[in-house]
Every structure is written in structure tokens, then in C-alpha cells.
């Protein structure tokens, strides 16, 4: 990848956890978990889930958000990752056995399923995360 292209996703999601540390700050944990979902979702989808959570981990930890703060990183970068085929490893593994086994799952189908089911799920992750912090 281009040095350039690299830098600005990096000052991106730092910018978008910044915007976390902010509604953590000033809305409780309500916002935090959401906000943090949210950046979480986000990157995850730009560039996977396991580098989303190697650059947002050591952010989480500087704003010392704790374990909701490691619980939500781990909730969101493990169900937005169901949102597109290039958001988990495991996606791109199974849409290449589908191509070698003849059948084809395009970007736009696997979205089609993978958008209510991220959503769905994040929602009710977002939820339970904030009941458990209060």
C-alpha cells in the first residue's frame, strides 16, 4: 500500500477515536460504547478486523476506557466483520471456496446479507455493553 493512502487511514481512525474519548467524556457510557462501535465498525470494513484492532487497541488503552472500553473493541471488530467480504479473513477464506466450488459471492450479495445482520447484532452488542457498564 502507498505510503500516503496508509497515513491517512491511520490519522483517520485516530481522529474517529478521538470523537469516542469525546462522547465518553461528555455522554457516559451510553455514547462511549456506541462511538466506539461505531469507529470500530467503520475501520474494521476499510481494512479488515484484526488491523482495526491492532491500531485501535493501544487508543483504547490511552483513553483508559477499561475493560467496557476492550469488551466493546472486541464485540465490534468481531461482528463488523460480517458486514462486507473484505472485513474478516475468514469472509475472503469462504468466498474463495465458493469461487473454487463454482459458486460466485460478489461484494453486493454478501452486503445484502451481511448489512442487517451487522447492524442486528451491533445493536443488541452496544446494548448489552451499556447495560453492563451501568
Do not use: Q
Not at 467503520?42 to 476492550?70: D, I, K, M
Amino acid at each position: 500500500m502507498p505510503r500516503r493512502p496508509l497515513v491517512a487511514a491511520v490519522a483517520w481512525a485516530a481522529t474517529l477515536l478521538a470523537a469516542f474519548a469525546a462522547a465518553t467524556l461528555g455522554g457516559g457510557w451510553a455514547s462511549g460504547v456506541a462511538s466506539l462501535t461505531a469507529v470500530t465498525g467503520v475501520a474494521s470494513n476499510l481494512f479488515s478486523n484484526v488491523p482495526a484492532v491492532l491500531l485501535l487497541a493501544p487508543l483504547v488503552a490511552e483513553a483508559a476506557a477499561g475493560s467496557t472500553g476492550f469488551l466493546t473493541l472486541a464485540m465490534a471488530s468481531t461482528l463488523a466483520g460480517n458486514l462486507t467480504v473484505v472485513g474478516s479473513v475468514a469472509n475472503l477464506i469462504v468466498v474463495e471456496g465458493a469461487r473454487k466450488a463454482g459458486v460466485t459471492v460478489g461484494f453486493w450479495a454478501y452486503l445484502r446479507v451481511g448489512l442487517p445482520i451487522t447492524l442486528i447484532t451491533l445493536v443488541l452488542g452496544i446494548a448489552w455493553l451499556t447495560r453492563a457498564a451501568a
